[in-house]
């Protein structure tokens, strides 16, 4: 039953995230793919943590996933807006 619970919680948190990110990019109105990247990364460590814990593939795929997901997005962090356009748009 928590895993079932866990599982929903983090279904709902993790659309609750999307809609926040395309709200504010919007109101920033911050175009592009690759300063989206970054979260996207994010989004399928998150993912694919939870399809390891249900399917138990929780080995050397995942964790090789789940670097080469964290590396990727280290990466498109220098597409990242400037402080000073996010400040602008009152985030």
Do not use: H, Q, V
């Not at 504010?24 to 390891?52: D, V, Y």
């Not at 593939?57 to 996933?65: A, E, K, N, R």
């Amino acid at each position: 039953m928590w895993p079932t619970i866990f599982t929903l919680a983090m279904l709902i948190m993790f659309g609750c995230s999307i809609k926040k990110i395309i709200a504010k990019r919007k109101e920033a109105s911050i175009t592009g793919w690759k300063s989206l990247g970054t979260s996207i990364c994010f989004f399928l460590i998150a993912a694919i943590n939870l399809l390891a814990y249900w399917f138990d593939f929780s080995g050397i795929i995942s964790l090789s996933l789940t670097i080469l997901l964290l590396a990727a997005g280290a990466y498109f962090t220098r597409y990242l807006p400037n402080e000073r356009k996010w400040n602008n748009a009152k985030l």
